[in-house]
């Protein structure tokens, strides 16, 4: 079974600059997240998808962040404009369902550097 | 706010020895938590998971114990071997919200 792609693997921006970020899930899987790993912390929500239906969108700054998974596979993660402090790995995961024994599966991340 | 933490940042084990990372939540209405394994430049990889109604649950080489009372849960790795150098991440869940909060992550150093 394919992974969890990814792309792309690494981006440097300038502060201000718009970045988005491309997440294909596992075949099958309904549910997909976006976490944000910042060096040295474990990954944080930034958002849930069930199908192409928000679950929880509570900590994804709403005033630069956006995600659409339009047609409930692909999804895309935008910024806009970038922070210094958006620095970090993103990281898409995917399960085959919400709740219990869903396990998540990752993909390698995009690690953005915002300079 | 409510948060997943860890006590130890780094542990260093000899190979072959038992590795136990341990775990602190803070949220008693988690019901379910999962150990994830990261390694350098890789998402976090599932280890094993455990639901609230139980203590204990073994996989192949690993261990979770879950204590309620304390809300506690460590990861118990026998013979430790050089792969398994990585940062573990425990996570809980409140399955009625369906939202997963990880800690900040042990990192593992296995010494040959």
């Known amino acids: 079974e394919a992974g969890v792609a990814q792309s792309p693997r690494y981006k440097i921006i300038e502060k201000r600059q718009s970045v988005a970020f491309w997440c294909n899930p596992i075949?099958?899987?309904?549910?997909l997240y976006w976490y944000q790993q910042i060096l040295g912390q474990g990954p944080k929500l930034l958002i849930q998808?069930?199908?192409?239906?928000?679950?929880?969108d509570s900590q994804l700054p709403k005033d630069r962040f956006s995600a659409e998974r339009l047609k409930g596979v692909d999804s895309t993660l935008k910024i806009q404009p970038a922070k210094l402090e958006d620095s970090a790995v993103y990281l898409c995961?995917?399960?085959?369902?919400?709740?219990?024994?869903?396990?998540?599966?990752f993909g390698q991340g995009t690690r953005l550097t915002v300079v | 706010g409510e948060s997943v933490g860890l006590h130890l940042p780094t542990l260093s084990v000899q190979e072959g020895d038992n590795s136990i990372i341990n775990c602190a939540y803070s949220?008693?209405?988690?019901?379910?938590f999962i150990w994830y394994k990261q390694e350098s430049g890789k998402g976090p990889q599932f280890i094993i998971d455990?639901?609230?109604?139980?203590d204990k649950r073994q996989g192949q080489r690993v261990t979770v114990l879950l204590n309620k009372t304390v809300k506690h849960l460590s990861l118990q790795i026998a013979a430790t071997q050089p792969g398994d150098s990585a940062v573990y991440f425990c996570?809980?869940?409140?399955?009625?919200?369906?939202?997963?909060?990880f800690g900040a992550g042990t990192r593992l150093f296995v010494k040959a």
């Open positions: 995961a995917s399960s085959r369902r919400q709740g219990l024994n869903t396990e998540a599966f």
């Open positions: 075949s099958g899987h309904a549910t």
């Open positions: 998808f069930q199908n192409n239906g928000v679950v929880d």
């Open positions: 949220n008693s209405a988690s019901d379910y």
């Open positions: 455990i639901r609230s109604n139980m």
């Open positions: 996570a809980e869940t409140n399955t009625g919200g369906f939202k997963t909060i």
